[in-house]
């Protein structure tokens, strides 16, 4: 939508130059009255810098002011604008750069926006804004596209021009937000179903951010004009007596632009080589963020001359109120006042950054030439003269990529992964070659000497055969001579003693050729044999390679070991946590938002059931007394034990009054106070916590200082468990409406908050708990009559932590935070403070989005109960 009418219609008026009877120098600090300007491009400190604009006459000033002379007179070669006062007398104000109305579109961008947008490409912060009354130019000059005449293109569309063409697509990025304030609440115009953006302050560095709004990531010019079209149509524009198009919104372009610095990215060339030759020093990339704003701001109007009524003349209050703080700010900044009013709008929270904060500020103002609003032009020409004494701190903002160096480790990762896979494929197809091919001999060699064996075992049976037919032969000759074995006595002797002597031999020939056959067997059965000192050649050969394959591929994955370690570190480092892994919930019995339940679940993780049940007959068994007196043993392992032992039969209510009654809770609070063993202090402060159960035995522990061996082990302590098991006795603790004055007294409450230092969820929960305990005692002695004056919490600076905390994404710490918030706020002296510090906002946002019902119907009683509450909603204009 342009605002200018004068641009529209096409008609250029030179206007008439008189000299002045009086100068008056309106020059800001830091220029010199010769003209000169100081330069701001490389200071730390840079000044904001204004140009002037003026617009040509349209056919209404042409035809209405034909008798009259402009207003306004420019020297442009000096920089110098006069401002008629009448005929004879002019106020002369010098600028930055001085535009008449034959200033083109492409001079003005590279006067007051290109430099700007340069320091953005370096990493700096940087803003451009249109101020001016109504229909003197301001939306022509930023935001027309130049759909008809290139020539016409604006700021906004020049500088995305310039950005695309000096970045690189491959490692740079550029995104896009587009928004506009109506009416005192930002809307996305990407958007439109979402109409209620909140800002979000950091509480450590004051930065600005809108969570809500639509993020488009750019890639041509094309589509961020398509952008730039969805985003017009969808702002709110009406038709006035000064501007048949008046931007009834103020318009405001966000550009995120993420470079890697050249020359200081890490080497990564090795990515492709082989693992062994990976670079063990990984560098992460340098980063440079720089976020350039382009405000489109409505321009203020008098409603007699506008001629608006009805829900305009609402549209006009709020844009002359938006206007009026933030020329309020830039007065106080130019005076160097003390308190600057940033928060009177949100318009003002917006551009907190582009006014004495850190980014590079370019303001054009815009004006036209009729006398019929002299006075506009003054208010106009005055804004930009106390702008110029505006300086703000450039600050160049620059990161590691810790995202990109990750990304690139885990490809990396994945081709080691895949390589070892793929050797580990080769390495078992070989060992099943080898085997394969070992079989394949060692079947050959089994079958060789089988055959060895039957063939020996052939020629042995067919001697002996042979031998027994010559027996049988010799045998058959002498039955055939019985006259000579009558006759002759000593014949038949020599025949038996030499049949004996073949008989002998012949036996002795068998025992050979079995020992022979006893003798093939075993040198078979050790070839056989794996291991044996006559294998052969080729099985050793075989052991051998595999194992140096086996070295081989343990080599290989202690490598990925190690890159998994790397990566795994810088991960953490990176810190962008996108989510949490699943926590084992069995050491925190977390509580109910609204009761002081006790913690039931607190055992530990070595702590099953068959534990228990164990632990529950030693305890029967042995007897208590004798479980307790081991907790002062010699032996820290038995100590450890013991302790175990009685946390566990602390976290069943039957024991508790027993354990007390032995002196359990006593021995508890001595182990705790001398013991240096961190497991030891972490198991005792859970069974304490477990004794904290019971309103009797939270009196016994502060009676017994079990308060002030708690805070001081809270502060020496930096193990999450020993913190969590700290917290949760203390949140305990800080349900018991007796204890309030004495919680505070010794350092518990202090000790609570100290915790936030340990970043673990679970630390954090038992935190919140104790606060939304302590909170909701605190509202009922408020209630009862019993307390007054502001909570101990807000006095003891829990309440940014509150508001910060207040919509955390863990559900647990949100709903305990979101109650903690809900009772500070039933006390009407705590109204102020939490306005203060932004906890309205937070109230407003739980009454509208919590998920509990219970909590959103408490929040709205109490803002609507509330007399403070209601008077600064009345004024910010908010409805629930």
Known sequence: MASGGGYRNGTHKAPSLRTSS????????????????????????????????????????LAADADFADCVEQQPELKRLKLRKNNWDSDTYEFDEVFTEFASQKRVYEVVAKPVVESVLDGYNGTVMAY????????????????????????????????????????????????????????????????????????????????GATVVEVRDQQSFLELLRVGEAHRYAANTKLNTESSRSHAILLVQIKRSVPGRE????????????????????????????????????????????????????????????????????????????????????????????????????????????????????????????VENMLKIK????????????????????????????????????????????????????????????????????????????????????????????????????????????????????EEEINKLKDEQHKFTKPGSAGGNYDILNLQSMLEEEIRQKKRLEEEVIVLRSQFSQLTMEAGQRTSYLDRSRNGTGLPGLDSLSPLKNLHYKDATNGERSSITNLHEQVGLHKILSLLESEDATVRINAVKVVANLAAEEVNQEKIVEAGGLNSLLMLLSISEDETIRRIAAGAIANLAMSEANQE??????????????????????????????????CGNDKLQTRLRSEGGIKALLGMVRCRHQDVLSQVARGIANFAKCESRASAQGQKAGRSSLIEDGALPWIVQNSNNEASMIRRHVELALCHLAQHEVNA???????????????SRDCSRDDIRSLARRTLTSSLTFQAEMRRLRIEL
């Open 700 to 733: 016994l522990i502060m009676t017994q200082g079990g308060i002030a061996l708690l805070a001081v082990t809270a502060a020496d302590a930096e193990d999450p468990q020993t913190l969590r098991m700290v917290a949760g006795a203390i949140a305990n603790l």
């Open 398 to 513: 620059e990161e590691f990529d810790y995202k990109s160096l990750s990304k690139r480790l885990e490809v990396q990762v994945d081709k080691l992964i895949a390589e070892n896979e793929r050797q580990q494929k080769a390495f078992e197809a070989e060992v099943e070659r080898i085997r394969l091919e070992a079989q394949k001999h060692v079947t050959e060699a089994e079958r060789n000497y089988a055959e060895a064996l039957k063939e020996e075992k052939m020629k042995c049976q067919v001697e002996y055969m042979d031998s027994i037919k010559k027996l049988e032969e010799k045998w058959s000759l002498n039955q055939q001579k019985p006259t000579n074995v009558r006759t002759d006595g000593t014949c038949i002797t020599e025949e038996v003693s030499e049949l004996k002597m073949l008989l002998q031999n012949e036996r002795q020939i068998r025992k050979a050729a």
């Open 22 to 61: 009086s100068f008056k120098s309106k020059l800001p600090p830091n220029a010199s009255s010769n003209g000169r300007r100081t330069s701001t491009i490389d200071a730390v400190y840079g000044r904001v810098r204004v140009s002037v604009r003026l617009r040509p006459r349209n056919a209404e000033e």
């Open 832 to 846: 102020k403070d939490m306005i203060s510090g932004g906890a309205l906002w937070e109230l407003i946002r739980i």
């Open 266 to 389: 890490a080497d990564f060339s090795a990515e492709t080589d082989h693992s062994s030759h990976l670079a063990t020093n990984y560098k992460p990339p340098m980063l440079r963020k720089g976020k350039l704003v382009l405000v489109d701001l409505a321009g203020s109007e008098r409603v007699n001359k506008s001629g608006s009524e009805g829900h305009m003349l609402e549209e006009a209050k709020s844009i002359n109120l938006s206007l009026s703080a933030l020329g309020k700010c830039i007065n106080a900044l130019a005076e160097n006042s003390a308190h600057v009013p940033v928060r009177d709008s949100k318009l003002t929270r917006l551009l907190k950054d582009s006014f004495g904060g850190t980014s590079r500020t370019s303001l054009v103002i815009t004006i036209g030439p009729s006398p019929r609003h002299r006075a506009e032009t003054a208010s106009t020409i005055l804004f930009g003269q106390r702008a110029m004494k």
């Open 132 to 211: 001016g009354q109504t229909g003197t130019g301001k939306t022509y000059t930023l935001g027309r596209l130049g759909d008809e005449d290139a020539s016409a293109r604006g700021i906004m569309v020049r500088s995305m021009e310039d950005i695309l063409a000096n970045i690189c697509l491959e490692t740079d990025s550029v995104s896009v937000s587009y928004l506009q304030l109506y009416m005192e609440t930002i809307q996305d115009l990407l958007n439109p179903a979402n109409d209620n953006i909140p800002i979000i302050e950091d509480q450590k560095t004051g930065d600005v951010s809108l969570p």
